[in-house]
């Protein structure tokens, strides 16, 4: 607990974790609901969906680096012709690294929410809501009313296991920024996981690994 950059692991661990959770449950119910409704093509929209979920996520944070790399990336040069400002560096500025590691985070694993919340939306009865267009409710009340009130012990329980598996989650940074640039987005998986094998420190990565079970 007197080392600087445990503190500064488990700030930038709660900042990954806390921020990439709440845009995934944001998108994943957005997205969600779109693919709920009825249209042309929407079971081939849901598989599509899943795009980014069924990639190895080695796969998918080597395509990002290409894609956002200045010298080849298509991200990058499409940024630049436009005439938008863009950061000269992504990954390797200690303003933009974590927010971009956030991005590809969210890009990766939002579908576990999309699944999840359509799975729920396809089981409320049809009849609530009839009867509520039926009392005079528009879509934004039916939707508070009835949707959400529906929605939210599965929303809790994908929270619960998002955060979990986020707090813990290793290769997503790892293959991205090891932890840098300066530190700025090291969590507390990549402190264990430095300390075991660069600096050969077993008590530490023991106790790191430790305070992340009590949390």
Same mark, same amino acid.
């Given at each position: 607990l007197t080392s600087e950059i445990f503190w500064i692991s488990l700030r930038n661990d709660l900042v990954f974790t806390v921020v990439t959770v709440i845009f995934q449950t944001i998108i994943g119910l957005l997205v969600?609901?779109?693919l709920h409704q009825n249209f042309w093509g929407r079971n081939v929209f849901r598989s599509l969906v899943l795009f980014s979920y069924v990639f190895? #996520? #080695?796969v998918a944070a080597l395509v990002w680096?290409? %894609?956002? @790399?200045?010298?080849?990336? =298509?991200?990058y040069q499409t940024?630049? %012709? @436009? !005439?938008?400002?863009i950061p000269n560096t992504w990954f390797s500025s200690t303003n933009t690294a974590m927010a971009t590691? =956030? %991005?590809?985070?969210v890009w990766k694993f939002f579908p576990f929410m999309v699944i999840n919340f359509l799975a729920r939306l396809q089981t409320i009865d049809e009849q609530l809501y009839e009867a509520a267009k039926v009392d005079g409710a528009n879509p934004f009340q039916a939707f508070r009313h009835i949707t959400m009130p529906s929605l939210m012990p599965v929303v809790l329980i994908v929270m619960l296991l998002r955060t979990i598996w986020t707090f813990n989650n290793w290769d997503?940074?790892?293959?991205l920024t090891k !932890?840098?640039?300066?530190? @700025? #987005?090291?969590t507390l998986p990549l402190l264990v996981y430095d300390s075991v094998f660069s600096s050969l420190s077993l008590g530490r990565a023991a106790a790191t690994s430790f305070v992340m079970v009590l949390i």
């Open positions: 969600a609901l779109l190895p #996520t #080695t680096r290409f %894609m956002l @790399s200045e010298q080849v990336g =298509i991200i940024i630049r %012709m @436009s !005439g938008l400002p590691v =956030i %991005m590809v985070a997503v940074i790892a293959l !932890g840098g640039p300066l530190d @700025s #987005t090291r």
